[in-house]
């Protein structure tokens, strides 16, 4: 892929549910354009503040800008706010913005108003929402297996009825069969979309993909409608956690493996109490050295990876953890909480930080339903 060339800088948003793999993705095609030469920042975006996120992608020595206490709909001016820092620390040729999982309607209340307002100073290129395809599968209904309930799903829909590209990411899942079978699926039900298939993970097929995002216009149709009382509920429905702690071992202990104990732990628990998982992730950074660990588990039947591992033993380090479930929120803070408890005599755990909650509902700083 050609380095490519801006006469103003081009403003790319990467969205999804919770779970499909959009870090990932984002990591990927930054390192990709980095290694081009071209100049990339980052921006990310969260309920509340702890984000991993924000960590693993920092911990590759990328330029990132947090945005916290609401989605990048809400924290419009926010959103400006960390574009602007970046221009001034990195000079960013490409931006790439990774909204919260459970936000809507990025069409209307992000991509117009840039557009509009902002148009002499960016491009805006199309909106890519990626897909987990197992999940995805599920609540198209063409596997089985727990997915969410109603309002939860019209937020899911919506992301969806709203993107100019549909990305089904983890190709690695699924057999060809499958593949085509979920792709026909999403085109039919989302026929304003172009849909295309990677693996962030692999690097397969994404060049394509790129491309897109890198040359293509976004399409300026009328923005899907979207009931904020319905939004609101299905985003009220999904509890939060963040969570931050020291963890300390007179001896040394395999980090990799106790982030695997801990997710198990956490996973066992909410699906004893009926929640689903959207999406667990958490980072283990020794004090010693620039290493990181990192687990992922985006499903309460499905098993955590760890997606960056610990080269050597340690000692001491910094935990961050984010939980997302459909479930209420003081039982994830004890399932958090009472796992990190419980890890035993040789580990000290001292809880630095902890919040748990419902998001509040989505009130946007403009909303135009056209350009």
């Not at 395809?133 to 899911?156: C, H, N, Q, T, W």
């Not at 690097?203 to 319905?230: I, K, N």
Request: hydrophobic share 40%; with cysteine; net charge negative.
């Amino acid at each position: 892929m050609a380095k490519p060339l801006y006469f103003k800088p081009r403003y790319i948003m990467i969205g999804g549910f919770l779970g499909a793999g959009k870090t990932t993705a984002i990591l990927q095609f930054a390192q990709e354009l980095h290694r081009q030469g071209t100049r990339v920042g980052l921006i990310t975006n969260d309920q509340s503040f702890g984000l991993v996120d924000t960590a693993l992608l920092s911990s590759q020595g990328l330029p990132v800008e947090e945005i916290t206490g609401g989605c990048f709909c809400c924290r419009f001016q926010s959103l400006m706010d960390a574009a602007g820092k970046l221009t001034e620390t990195a000079a960013p040729d490409i931006f790439i913005a990774e909204p919260v999982g459970s936000c809507t309607d990025l069409r209307a209340a992000v991509s117009y108003p840039l557009r509009r307002i902002y148009g002499d100073d960016y491009e805006i290129a199309p909106l890519s929402v990626l897909v987990d395809p197992i999940r995805a599968m599920r609540i198209l209904g063409l596997d089985p297996g727990k997915a969410f309930s109603e309002k939860v799903l019209y937020v899911y829909d919506k992301q969806l009825e709203e993107a100019d590209i549909i990305v089904i990411n983890k190709t690695d899942l699924l057999d060809s069969a499958k593949l085509e079978q979920l792709r026909s699926a999403l085109a039919a039900k989302y026929p304003n979309a172009r849909i295309v298939a990677v693996s962030a993970r692999t690097g397969d097929r994404v060049e394509a993909w790129h491309r897109q995002m890198l040359d293509g216009e976004m399409d300026v149709r009328e923005a899907p409608e979207v009931d904020y009382e319905v939004y609101a509920d299905g985003e009220a429905m999904l509890g939060w956690l963040n969570a931050s702690a020291r963890i300390d071992s007179d001896a040394p202990f395999d980090g990799n493996a106790l982030l695997r104990r801990i997710a198990d732990r956490i996973q066992a628990i909410v699906r004893t109490g009926g929640g689903e998982i959207a999406h667990l992730k958490m980072t283990l950074s020794p004090d010693q050295g620039n290493d990181l660990g990192v687990v992922n588990l985006v499903r309460g039947d499905g098993t955590a990876e760890s997606i960056h591992r610990l080269q050597d033993d340690m000692n001491s380090g910094e935990l961050l953890v984010n939980l997302r479930a459909e479930a209420d929120p003081e039982m994830l803070r004890e399932a958090v909480l009472g796992t990190l408890a419980g890890l035993g005599s040789s580990i000290d755990v001292k809880i630095e930080h902890s919040e748990c909650f419902r998001p509040a509902k989505p009130a946007p700083t403009y909303r135009m339903a056209t350009v």
